[in-house]
């Protein structure tokens, strides 16, 4: 992973530790980490270390902690996501459901999801995500695992809403907990490789599904049911596991099932340090520190983080029609149930190709709105496509239009990223975490809704309605660089106003906290 890092051909044994405002005695001591802070006592403003010593530590990290989370999010998403595939085994027709029907499963799946975002964030953030995250794991899997007995549209509905409730807490509290560990340099690439493992799980489950769907027949119970089971079974192996792998901090990952723990006490110092240099808002709670009304309703407020929660709404509505359909678009292009699955996969590697460039990209040249505006623009032309080729058409070139465009690079990791970034204190990140995800759930609930029975199979309206939105989002991208740098010009102004005796006068008294202190400037 250290191959990804923005600093290149670096001598191993110069200095690693980056300035930051604990080489400033004077304005230090404004900035110093709580009492509270569960690292505290391994932070130390005087500690120096080498490359040497911090590569290796930052790939040990990826080992224990990233990997972990792509494994945990790979179990999400094969549950989340395998409706898709149980599509193509004559699912809807199974249980004599309509595409109406379909599209209210998917509708009340992403309200629960929604509704479930900020609680479940808050209540991780009291108990801790290292006890929270392995239990809602566990809860969830045991109701995909019951969908096997699915016979009602009733008993369809209930299961949607049970999934949404349990699962819509997971991606925020993996966020932040990726925060604890990796500097805001680091994040938006490890939040790309955990978006990727979305990008494996659509190439894997169809494989998976092309084996279990041909269970169809064994005990008399349709294939689907054996993939919800099978699946099901397999994530509650995973929640399981997760309960021994995480660790609440990079200073407590000793427990009785691991006596010596993950690190020593030096690459304690080091991690604990360079998190804090990197940003000394990390310090300000303790990791089981419950976020209250208070700060709940501050964080909400802060409307300087409304840009790229309004991103999160809109970015990916232009694509998740097609997404979400692609498998019976295949199947109503005369492909069968097996092709259906396989056909889905190429789009999906490029997909990961194309959305860890873009990542990658937005840390070197430190710039997301633009690169968040290119993805757009990429898929301008696929939904016009979409949108007019005549009917008669070979199915091989609408196939070629929709691979095209869902290959498009996925800007979500970056503006994840961008969003922590922005948030600039424990608080505002927990909470700026789970509505910005909630922004996106809604997005989900908007465009489960776009196509229609009425306008099948070519869904010609609803590709009409993707054309104006995604010509909308182009220039929403631009609006929001320029609402940042019109911040950060305003800002400037009021700070390099003052004199240098005014500024410290301001660190030492001032209670603007987050993104609204003076001496903070946006990403953009």
């Known amino acids: ?161 049970l999934l949404g409730l349990l699962q819509g807490g997971f991606i925020p509290d993996i966020v932040l907990y990726l925060s604890y560990f990796f500097k805001g340099t680091e994040l938006p690439f490890r939040l790309a490789l955990f978006w990727t493992t979305l990008k494996i799980v659509d190439i894997i489950a169809p494989i998976i599904a092309f084996g279990v769907l041909r269970l169809r027949g064994h005990h008399g119970q349709e294939g689907w049911r054996w993939l919800f089971l099978i699946e099901g079974v397999f994530t509650l192996g995973v929640g399981i596991w997760s309960w021994f792998m995480m660790a609440p901090s990079p200073t407590q990952t000793k427990s009785w099932y691991r006596p010596k723990g993950w690190f020593n006490e030096r690459e304690e110092t080091i991690m604990v340090n360079r998190i804090l240099r990197d940003d000394p808002s990390k310090g300000d709670m303790h990791n089981r520190q419950a976020v209250d009304i208070k700060r709940l309703w501050k964080s909400i407020c802060d409307y300087d983080l409304w840009p790229v929660y309004i991103l999160g709404l809109l970015f990916g509505i232009p694509v998740g029609p097609p997404d979400q359909y692609l498998t019976l678009t295949l199947r109503n292009l005369g492909f069968d149930t097996f092709d259906s699955n396989l056909l889905t996969i190429p789009s999906q590697v490029v997909g990961i190709v194309t959305m860890l460039i873009l990542t990658y990209l937005s840390e070197v040249w430190n710039e997301r709105s633009l690169l968040g505006m290119f993805s757009q623009v990429w898929i301008l032309p696929n939904i016009i496509a979409l949108a007019v080729l005549p009917s008669g058409i070979s199915p091989w070139v609408k196939y070629a239009v929709v691979t095209v465009l869902l290959s498009y690079p996925y800007p979500h990791a970056m503006q994840v990223g961008w969003c922590s970034r922005n948030s600039n204190t424990v608080r505002a990140r927990t909470v700026s975490a789970a509505v910005y995800n909630m922004f996106v759930q809604v997005s989900g609930i908007v465009y489960s809704n776009i196509y229609r029975t009425d306008d099948q199979p070519e869904y010609r309206r609803g590709n009409k309605q993707l054309v104006a939105i995604c010509s909308a989002n ?51």
């Not at 929001?480 to 740098?485: A, E, H, M, R």
């Open 474 to 524: 182009i220039v929403i991208y631009a609006l929001v660089k320029l609402y940042y740098i019109w911040r950060n010009k305003k800002r400037d102004k009021e700070w390099n106003a003052m004199s240098r005796e005014e500024q410290m006068h301001y660190l030492e008294t001032t209670t603007d906290q987050g993104s609204r202190r003076k001496d903070f400037r946006f990403a953009h």
């Open 1 to 161: 992973m250290t191959l990804f890092r923005r600093k290149q051909h670096v001598n191993l044994h110069e200095i690693a530790t980056q300035p930051s405002v604990f080489d400033d005695p004077e304005s230090a001591k404004h900035f110093l980490p709580t009492e509270k802070y569960e690292n505290l006592h391994r932070f130390d403003p005087k500690a120096r270390w080498t490359w040497a010593e911090e590569l290796p530590l930052i790939n040990k990290l990826d080992w224990k902690i990233t990997l972990w989370a792509c494994i945990a999010f790979f179990a999400l998403d094969l549950d989340r996501g395998n409706l898709s595939q149980a599509n193509t085994d004559n699912f809807l027709e199974d249980l004599e459901l309509t595409t109406n029907d379909y599209n209210l499963g998917n509708t009340v799946f992403r309200l629960a999801f929604l509704c479930a975002e900020l609680p479940s964030q808050l209540v991780s953030k009291k108990i801790g995500p290292d006890r929270w995250i392995p239990t809602i794991m566990c809860l969830w899997s045991i109701v995909a695992a019951s969908q096997f007995w699915l016979n009602s549209k009733e008993t369809f509905l209930a299961c949607r809403a």
